[in-house]
């Protein structure tokens, strides 16, 4: 079984910084890609950002493009996900995904999960 566990959320003002992790454990799998994506309260949750795991080639949402940069290291098998700039809007309950597949911007193409970390942006 392949464990996924975020870190990093917090309370930050609007215009500060987070810096998310996510580490993965467990069973070795070889993942295309990994993601990050965001739920609100009362919304659906959203693609922010993806990046493949070989190549290490990115994707983002557009709402986040020049804000956020993602990151990863595949000898310590993590990614981490820098948010600059932040927005009241940014708040949310961010996850980290893996995936085998090639279709980096739906969630319900990929097949790991973490439990998620909250960030709040304070206006």
């Known amino acids: 079984q392949v464990r996924l566990v975020e870190s990093g959320g917090g309370l930050v003002q609007a215009g500060g910084s987070l810096r998310l992790s996510c580490a993965a454990s467990g069973d070795t799998f070889n993942p295309y890609a990994k993601g990050w994506f965001r739920q609100a309260p009362g919304k659906e949750r959203e693609f922010v950002a993806a990046i493949t795991w070989i190549g290490g080639q990115t994707v983002y949402a557009d709402s986040v493009k020049g804000r956020f940069t993602i990151s990863r290291n595949n000898g310590k098998n993590t990614m981490t996900l820098q948010m600059t700039a932040l927005k009241p809007e940014d708040t949310a309950v961010y996850f980290c995904?893996?995936?085998?597949?090639?279709?980096?911007?739906?969630?319900?193409?990929?097949?790991?999960w973490g439990q998620g970390t909250q960030v709040t942006v304070s206006s």
């Open positions: 995904a893996a995936t085998v597949g090639s279709v980096l911007q739906v969630g319900s193409r990929y097949e790991y």
